[in-house]
């Protein structure tokens, strides 16, 4: 049972990962004065069209599903690090385990991504991303 935590925690986390490397180029999208770098000259004239929500529609559902990728992903590793351990251990572990992997893969990796590459590994995932705004389309 707790291999298959782990695997599907490892699995939300690299979705969160996508999922927030999106939004930044949304979100960068939006600016007025936006730093022209390759990964959003290359979001902006071919992924977005691709993927097919407004600038300000992308930036919501992106924000729903990054948010909710890192209430589940806490979940699950809450119930990794509970298993035959007391609360308070389990429970502090879990959000040491949570924080220190949201601070990397929801904050570092995808401004990493966005400044230091030119985005295009990212089309790759266009259907996937498209499914996951289709998901979150009707709180948006």
Partial sequence: MILALTIAAFLMLLLVTLVTCIQVLYLESMR???????????????????IGL????????????KHAGIAIFGCLVFAITSQNTQFWEGMTA????STMAVMV?????????????DGEGLAAFIPLLRLG???VKPLS
Avoid: N
């Avoid at 879990?94 to 385990?97: P, S, T």
């Avoid at 893969?105 to 590459?117: D, S």
């Fill in 94 to 97: 879990a959000i040491l385990i």
């Fill in 32 to 50: 007025i004065r936006s730093r022209e770098l390759p990964s959003l000259e290359f979001f902006k004239e071919s992924m977005q069209p691709k």
């Fill in 133 to 135: 705004a289709m998901l």
């Fill in 105 to 117: 893969c929801a904050h570092l990796v995808p401004q990493v991504i966005y400044r230091k590459t």
């Fill in 54 to 65: 407004s600038i300000e529609q992308g930036a919501l559902a992106f924000s729903l599903l």
